[in-house]
């Protein structure tokens, strides 16, 4: 593919417009907010979540995000759900520019303590879930590519804890890890077939969702801390910029990551994570 071939009128202010994208995890948190992000930018989104299309939070989500975006219930660690959603795509609009592995999980503990069902439960979610969502949709991703400046573009949601080890993370250390490495490998498998596919890992630091939320309510419950607040605190203490990320700076990058913007990054790192890898 020429540069030539590629279609230069996604110039304007919504950046996006014209470009298909799937999020899985997409009810809540980062996925939500880089929903809301994309389709602001002109992008038509289809979310995947665990939650029933019926359910409150399901119908609440996609009253407000409108017509240009639609639900299709998914778990990630299930291939055939994938082809579900693949299916659905495909129903709906025929083609797929950005896929965003975002749903994900997390697990603290002493090693000794985690139990082989939850280590597996873990990898099933974050690496599983990832490699099952770059497999199903590589083929109409890699359509779709051709038609667009920059190419299709895939971002895996790894995390801060992907780069560097944390006292009691060693499984979410383990599945971010992996996470980063599969990334780098079809982002040079796809490069040197040509394929007009870039993919690349975005890393979170801390960012106020419910997924911190809930690992923080977790650490009070265990007696680690009395109350939420404190760990925030100390949390927003150890980040030099003196605080958590909003789900929406994440998305500003996952943003970037999808357009043409971007367009000669594959198999890089987006770190964004208020400075906290770099001490
Ligand atoms: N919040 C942080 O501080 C932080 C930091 C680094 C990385 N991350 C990563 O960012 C991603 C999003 O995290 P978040 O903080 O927005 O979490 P969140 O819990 O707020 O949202 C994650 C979403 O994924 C969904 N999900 C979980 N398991 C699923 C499954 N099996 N199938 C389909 N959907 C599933 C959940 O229902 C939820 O809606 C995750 O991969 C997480 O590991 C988060």
Do not use: D, I, N, T
């Given at each position: 593919m020429g540069e030539d071939d590629w279609d230069m009128s996604d110039s304007g202010a919504q950046r996006l417009t014209g470009r298909v994208a799937f999020i899985s995890?997409?009810?809540?948190?980062i996925g939500l907010a880089c929903a809301e992000r994309f389709l602001a930018e002109g992008a038509e989104v289809i979310l995947s979540d665990l939650d029933s299309p019926d359910s409150d939070v399901a119908a609440a989500v996609m009253a407000r995000l409108g017509q240009a975006a639609s639900y299709v219930q998914a778990d990630v660690t299930k291939e055939e759900d994938w082809h579900r959603a693949r299916d659905a795509v495909q129903d709906r609009h025929g083609r797929l520019h950005i896929l965003v592995n975002n749903a994900g999980t997390d697990l603290t503990g002493a090693v000794e303590t985690l139990s082989m069902e939850r280590w597996r439960r873990i990898m099933d979610i974050n690496v599983d879930g990832v490699f099952l969502g770059v497999k199903t949709f590589v083929p109409m991703m890699a359509e779709s590519g051709k038609g667009v400046r920059g190419g299709a573009s895939i971002i895996n949601v790894s995390s801060i804890m992907g780069l560097v080890g944390y006292n009691e993370v060693s499984a979410y250390n383990a599945s971010k890890g992996a996470v980063r490495m599969f990334t780098k490998g079809i982002a040079i498998e796809f490069a040197q077939k040509q394929m007009p596919i870039r993919a690349n890992s975005l890393h979170p630091g801390f960012v106020m969702t419910p997924l911190l939320e809930a690992g923080f309510q977790r650490w009070v419950d265990s007696g680690f801390a009395e109350r939420k607040q404190d760990l925030m605190d100390a949390m927003a203490g150890a980040t030099p910029m003196g605080r958590l990320a909003d789900p929406a700076e994440l998305a500003a990058g996952a943003f970037f990551l999808a357009s043409a913007d971007s367009a000669y990054m594959t198999g890089a790192e987006l770190v964004m994570d208020g400075g906290w890898t770099a001490q």
């Open positions: 995890g997409g009810l809540r948190g």
